[in-house]
Each structure stands twice: as C-alpha cells, then as structure tokens.
C-alpha cells in the first residue's frame, strides 16, 4: 500500500473536471426545452382556438335543449322511479294490509280475503279438500320399466 506523508503540502489547485460536461450545452438545452413547450403550448392554444369558431358556426343556429322553457317532457316508457324508497315503502304497506285485512275479492260470487294467521288457523282446524280419485286411478299399479309410462300394466308393488 501507499502512505501518504504527512509532511507533503495540499493540492492547492482542486476544482472540478471541466472536459467532462459544459454548461454552454446545459444551457442551450434547457433553453430549447423551455422554448419549445411554449412552441408546443401556442400550437394547442390556437388549434383550440380554431375548432371553438368552427363548432360555434356549424350549430349557430342550434337550439339548445336545457333552456328550453315549459313542462319538461316524459322520459318514454318505462319509467324509473324517483322515489323508489318510498314505492318500496308504500308497496309493502298495502301487501301488510292485504294480508292482515279483510275485504272483497268478488263481491258479486261472494269471495273476501280474510287475515293469514286467521286462514292458517282455519286451515289446520278444517284440513286442505281433497281431490276426487280420477277415473282409472291405480295407486298400487305402477308401470313396467320399459313402457316409459304408457301403460298401468305390469308390476304391482
């Protein structure tokens, strides 16, 4: 390894490297730089510029629907709901009504609708009708396999 003496002098002539980068070209190049987004920046400006006086000829004559004065017209159908929290509300308050109420279904056969825990309780009291056996009803008779169900002929359970 190399020491270095103590007793030699400091390098009284430090600085920078100077043939390593020159400002000259820094310069110049930001220069460019900031002179060309400006460039950039009036070419946008004056194409936007443009394109406004073409638009604003092309519908001069245009009317313009918000500022249209009077009712405003219906949406076609179907409609969306403006309020539909309230719909909600309201529908499941006559549904509550419907099935908590009594009242006419065929006042002229005389039919009403009468309150569910009412008609569940009838229903287990009375029992659901049954149904009259339709004619040819086999219960034990069960189709053969290969008939595909067509004919009551065959095994008996």
Known sequence: MHQIDDD???NVELGHETRDISTR???IFGASLVGGAALVFVAVWLVYLYFGAVANEAYASREYPLAAVGAPRQAP????????????KDMRAAE???LNGYGWVNPSGGIVHIP????????????????AE???FQPDV?????????TAEGVRR
């Open 8 to 10: 030699t002098p400091p």
């Open 25 to 27: 070209v820094v310069v």
């Open 77 to 88: 159908a179907p409609r969306l709901q403006t309020k539909p929290r309230e719909d909600l």
């Open 96 to 98: 509550d009504r419907r």
């Open 116 to 131: 569910i825990d009412q008609a569940m309780k009838l229903t287990l009291d009375q029992g659901l009708p049954a149904r």
């Open 134 to 136: 339709a004619p040819g």
């Open 142 to 150: 069960r189709p053969e396999r290969s008939s595909s169900g067509r």
